[in-house]
């Protein structure tokens, strides 16, 4: 089975930066297109940001362009997002995905494994 596993998220003040991580069990990512998502109650699973296979192809959302990044490390089978400037509108519950998708993707239909999320919060 494939276990992932966030972490990272936090109350920050509005303007600071959070590192979150997932570390993926079970499945190497070095051969997986990987992808961060964000949801809140009642409202719809959203793109934030993924990375093809080789990380040499990136999407972010529009909300989150030119503020956060994202990235792996092979070595420990670990994807992260690093998330600067944050903003009140960013807090949400993070979740990582993995998928067998050639391309990164902004459709978490594309994404077969899924985290338990951890909860982002910005206050201002």
């Known amino acids: 089975q494939v276990l992932m596993v966030e972490s990272g998220g936090g109350l920050v003040q509005a303007g600071d930066s959070l590192r979150l991580s997932c570390v993926v069990s079970g499945r190497s990512i070095s051969d997986s297109v990987m992808g961060w998502f964000r949801q809140s109650p009642g409202k719809e699973r959203e793109f934030v940001a993924s990375l093809s296979k080789n990380s040499g192809w990136r999407l972010l959302s529009d909300s989150v362009k030119g503020r956060f990044t994202i990235s792996r490390d092979n070595a420990v089978n670990t994807v992260y997002l690093q998330m600067n400037s944050l903003k009140p509108e960013d807090t949400s519950v993070y979740y990582c995905?993995?998928?067998?998708?050639?391309?990164?993707?902004?459709?978490?239909?594309?994404?077969?494994?899924w985290g338990q999320g951890t909860q982002v919060t910005v206050y201002s």
């Open positions: 995905g993995v998928g067998t998708s050639t391309v990164p993707s902004r459709d978490h239909h594309h994404f077969d494994s």
